[in-house]
């Protein structure tokens, strides 16, 4: 199910003791994030420094971020276990992966974004998930493990049978959302459905012909799923306490702006990702059901670890939410 990150975890296993020289604090920090609306917190703390800005009141001083754009949470995890990334900013699937392969090595600070991931068909015979064939393809970020990918094997349980979990899987194929955006704008490409996040959500339904949905993830998870949380080591938590804070208070301050100005912060993630939509359709787009879900705590993860366990992609079933985020987030309302 994870070969791809195999080699990886093992590294990351001999790395978690680490060296004491290792475990001092940092004042570089490195955080990864994925294309898209879902991220729009992280683009405001890079536009105004937000963690730089908090750790020094928390007495850090000289803090340094580097953000890194990397189309799918497989990339980012492969860059977290390699130690090229300190924090991610990706999926829920990505973060039970790693908490579980690493025996609780890896670990939540605070999630970011639960907005709807939409699963798009341009195929006129695809209107429900029982009508995708053998040679059909779907895009996801990554194979098995990503988000969608997870919510697509939950759908495929409940529409043909616990048994049948991962009938879809095989359909699946790999591609970040920007470029499957580009393959469903092409008539000839085989690839003619993505379940897509926003604004690519979006931009298929207005700009690609016979684009229609098929299913949503507030649908399958009956209700709000965190897509977007960062996490990183506890390695790292327990050498840079103040940062792991700063980028909880970051957070809020960035969500906070989303909410209370919101054409503000859409015209600061135009600036820093180059999105060419406008302003326009990106506040009118944020106006749709479920786009201001804008929160610090997890949203709908625990039905999501327990269907990996059920299917025993997860070795260990997490008591609570709490076992897979650090205690800088424990005194929030999650799920």
Same mark, same amino acid.
């Given at each position: 199910m994870w070969s791809a990150c195999a080699g990886a975890v093992v590294a990351l296993a001999m790395v978690l003791p680490g060296s004491q020289a290792a475990a001092q604090q940092k004042t570089e920090i490195s955080l990864s994030r994925q294309p898209g609306i879902f991220y729009m917190p992280s683009h405001i703390m890079e536009k105004h420094k937000?963690?730089?800005?908090?750790?020094?009141?928390?007495?850090?001083?000289?803090?340094?971020?580097?953000w890194i754009n990397l189309s799918g949470g497989g990339a980012q995890t492969d860059a977290l276990l390699a130690g090229s990334v300190d924090i991610l900013n990706t999926g829920t699937g990505n973060l039970l992966l790693l908490w579980d392969r690493t025996r609780g090595g890896v670990k939540g600070i605070v999630a970011t974004s639960a907005q709807p991931m939409t699963l798009?068909?341009?195929?006129?015979?695809?209107?429900?998930?029982?009508?995708?064939?053998?040679?059909?393809k779907i895009a996801v970020p990554t194979v098995k493990v990503s988000t969608q990918a997870i919510v697509l094997q939950i759908a495929a349980s409940e529409t043909f049978g616990a048994d049948q979990w991962s009938k879809l899987d095989a359909s699946t194929v790999q591609l970040g959302h920007p470029d499957a955006y580009v393959a469903m704008t092409n008539a000839q490409h085989e690839v003619r459905n993505h379940f897509a996040i926003p604004p690519f959500t979006f931009l298929e339904l207005k700009n690609v012909p016979g684009a229609h949905v098929v299913l949503s993830s507030p649908d399958v998870m009956g209700g709000p799923l965190s897509q977007a949380q960062f996490f990183t080591t506890t390695k790292f938590a327990d050498a840079n306490p103040k940062i792991v804070q700063a980028v909880r208070d970051a957070t809020k301050e960035a969500q906070d702006l989303i909410r209370g100005d919101t054409k503000a912060a859409v015209e600061i993630?135009?600036? &820093?990702?180059?999105? %060419? =939509?406008?302003?326009?359709?990106?506040l009118a787009w944020l106006k749709e059901p479920g786009m201001m879900e804008w929160n610090l705590q997890p949203q709908g993860t625990m039905k999501f670890a327990t269907h990996l366990h059920k &299917?025993?992609?997860? %070795? =260990?079933?997490?008591?609570a939410w709490t076992d897979y985020y650090l205690p800088v987030a424990?005194?929030?309302k999650g799920n």
């Open positions: 937000l963690i730089e800005k908090h750790a020094a009141s928390l007495g850090v001083s000289g803090v340094t971020t580097k798009i068909s341009r195929d006129p015979n695809i209107k429900s998930i029982k009508d995708f064939g053998p040679n059909d993630y135009k600036e &820093v990702t180059g999105d %060419k =939509t406008s302003v326009e359709d990106l &299917v025993g992609t997860l %070795k =260990t079933m997490p008591k424990h005194d929030l």
